[in-house]
């Protein structure tokens, strides 16, 4: 158990709706990452956050969004989907502190979002 | 936006070593070397990570060459457990950009 909570665990909607991905940190852990894993694709960058600010943007789609809550949590939002949306999402958390900004990343397990 | 080459598949026998390469000759300074797993249908799990010097833990070894525009992560005897795919990650803090990884095939 990595310590990353992730819900929901599966997903399916259909084309065009929204739908919203939940991610509790490792308790401490300041910064939440997101990435997206197509099928026997790799994991793509989408986005972090640290303490509540954005502070890095990968291959993040303008129909997606994220936030990261005063409590740590952090939420993507997806909007507008399509059938290659899609894939695994994996949060992942790290950095207690900013001295340890370099310190392993714990992934959660993932939710597999389906689009039909 | 992966800085980091490795190959696509390995092969091993179980219980012996294995030592999977991986090429960042593009590393910056400031730049962590993390080695990643992921089994299928899971997500990444931390292996060891490193910035200069060579790293031990319980679950393998960082081997860092002295330019660092190279690395090498060692299982000293790898078991069935140890199939899947492992990630050379190169990290300023602010993210991980995973690269393709190799898939290590354990053989009975």
């Known amino acids: 158990d990595s310590g990353v909570t992730q819900t929901p665990k599966h997903l399916i909607t259909a084309t065009g709706q929204r739908v919203t991905l939940r991610c509790s940190p490792r308790s401490g852990d300041l910064s939440v990452y997101w990435y997206q894993q197509s099928l026997d694709q790799g994991l793509q960058f989408l986005i972090q956050y640290y303490n509540g600010e954005e502070r890095a943007k990968g291959n993040i789609l303008e129909r997606f969004s994220a936030q990261q809550f005063p409590d740590l949590h952090s939420e993507l939002n997806l909007s507008s989907l399509e059938l290659g949306d899609s894939a695994l999402y994996f949060c992942?958390?790290?950095?207690?502190?900013?001295?340890?900004?370099?310190?392993?990343?714990?992934f959660g397990q993932g939710t597999r979002l389906t689009v039909v | 936006d992966a800085k980091t080459t490795q190959p696509n598949s390995m092969e091993s026998n179980e219980e012996e070593p294995v030592h999977l390469p991986c090429n960042h000759s593009?590393?910056?300074?400031?730049?962590?070397i993390h080695w990643y797993r992921q089994l299928p249908s899971q997500g990444p799990e931390y292996v060891i990570h490193?910035?200069?010097s060579n790293v031990n833990n319980r679950m393998a070894s960082l081997a860092i060459a002295e330019d660092r525009k190279s690395s090498t992560l060692i299982l000293h005897r790898a078991t069935l457990r140890d199939a899947a795919v492992y990630y050379c990650i190169l990290s300023n803090g602010n993210q991980f950009y995973f690269g393709t990884g190799t898939s290590l095939t354990v053989i009975p």
């Open positions: 992942a958390s790290s950095a207690r502190d900013r001295r340890t900004m370099n310190t392993e990343a714990f």
């Open positions: 593009t590393i910056s300074g400031t730049d962590y």
């Open positions: 490193g910035l200069t």
